[in-house]
């Protein structure tokens, strides 16, 4: 791996959305420093995948995202390996129901944790590097950070902070940083038996009338990390249209 190569930091990078980020930026000729949290056997499945395409690519980090103390170590130790940061992504995130009337504080911290605060503290940290390498940060938000999902109140809170942070982090990291964030709609059927969407509602209220792929969010950070130096503060919905109903 050359020395020179670019490095990108992708939280929640063992399965679904996360792996697939990780895959079309490791193809792209990043160095990455993957994170994770329980996925111990999807990660390091995907580690060996990425090492045997290109040895010595891949620094793989285990942490729990709500330990606010230990994110600044994820960003040290990306930097000791590789040298830089040039990216990077919050992707990890937490989701399920909340129904008014029975959420509970120990929920509030956990959703705000993955959702909001960890984004912050990781971004917060990596800014210098960032700084040095004209780089840029990539948050997945939600559609529903605008808009209130039904019993969810605490998911849509905390992605409508993370919302936030990418608007005042462009002002405040600028003219050096670019700080961006996609906001999905329904592209992965939730893993939670309670979903927040149906078929009905993509036959009902997605002008496109179908479900998105995890390849349409890759497109997204990969135009917003490489494709348009010029894009900053901007939350993009990736959505087929599902935002355009209220």
Same mark, same amino acid.
């Given at each position: 791996?050359?020395?020179?190569a670019?490095?990108?930091?992708?939280?929640g990078?063992?399965?679904?959305?996360? *792996? *697939?980020?990780?895959?079309?930026?490791?193809?792209?000729?990043?160095?990455?420093?993957?994170?994770?949290? @329980?996925?111990?056997?999807?990660?390091? *499945?995907?580690?060996?995948e990425?090492?045997?395409?290109?040895?010595?690519?891949?620094?793989?980090?285990?942490?729990?995202? #709500?330990?606010?103390?230990r994110?600044?170590?994820?960003v040290?130790r990306?930097?000791?390996?590789?040298? /830089?940061?040039?990216?990077?992504v919050?992707?990890a995130?937490?989701y399920?129901?909340?129904p008014?009337?029975?959420?509970?504080?120990? $929920? +509030? &911290?956990?959703l705000f944790?993955s959702?909001?605060?960890?984004?912050?503290?990781?971004?917060? #940290?990596?800014?210098?590097?960032?700084k040095?390498?004209?780089?840029?940060?990539?948050?997945?938000?939600d559609?529903?950070?605008? /808009?209130?999902?039904?019993?969810?109140?605490?998911?849509?809170?905390?992605?409508?902070?993370?919302?936030?942070?990418? $608007?005042?982090?462009? /002002?405040?990291?600028?003219?050096?940083? /670019?700080? @961006?964030?996609?906001a999905?709609?329904?592209?992965? +059927?939730?893993?939670?038996?309670?979903?927040?969407?149906?078929?009905?509602?993509l036959r009902?209220?997605?002008?496109?009338? !179908?479900q998105g792929?995890?390849?349409?969010?890759v497109? #997204?950070?990969? +135009?917003?990390? &490489?494709?348009?130096?010029?894009?900053?503060?901007?939350v993009? #919905?990736?959505?087929?249209? !599902?935002?355009v109903f209220?």
């Amino acid at each position: 791996m050359s020395d020179l190569a670019r490095v990108a930091l992708v939280t929640g990078a063992a399965k679904r959305i996360g *792996a *697939a980020i990780a895959r079309a930026l490791h193809a792209d000729g990043y160095a990455l420093a993957l994170h994770y949290r @329980n996925s111990a056997l999807e990660m390091q *499945a995907l580690a060996d995948e990425l090492e045997t395409a290109r040895p010595g690519s891949t620094l793989v980090l285990q942490a729990e995202l #709500a330990e606010v103390e230990r994110l600044p170590l994820l960003v040290a130790r990306t930097v000791e390996r590789f040298g /830089r940061l040039d990216a990077l992504v919050n992707n990890a995130s937490a989701y399920y129901a909340t129904p008014v009337g029975t959420a509970t504080p120990q $929920q +509030w &911290d956990a959703l705000f944790a993955s959702n909001a605060r960890a984004p912050f503290f990781l971004s917060q #940290a990596a800014a210098p590097h960032l700084k040095h390498s004209a780089g840029s940060i990539v948050s997945i938000a939600d559609i529903f950070a605008q /808009r209130p999902l039904p019993e969810h109140t605490l998911y849509c809170m905390a992605k409508a902070a993370l919302v936030m942070m990418t $608007q005042s982090l462009a /002002r405040e990291l600028g003219p050096h940083v /670019r700080v @961006n964030a996609i906001a999905p709609g329904n592209i992965l +059927w939730s893993e939670n038996p309670v979903k927040a969407e149906t078929g009905q509602v993509l036959r009902e209220r997605v002008p496109l009338q !179908r479900q998105g792929t995890p390849a349409d969010i890759v497109s #997204a950070v990969r +135009w917003l990390l &490489d494709g348009n130096g010029y894009v900053n503060g901007q939350v993009i #919905a990736i959505d087929g249209g !599902r935002s355009v109903f209220v």
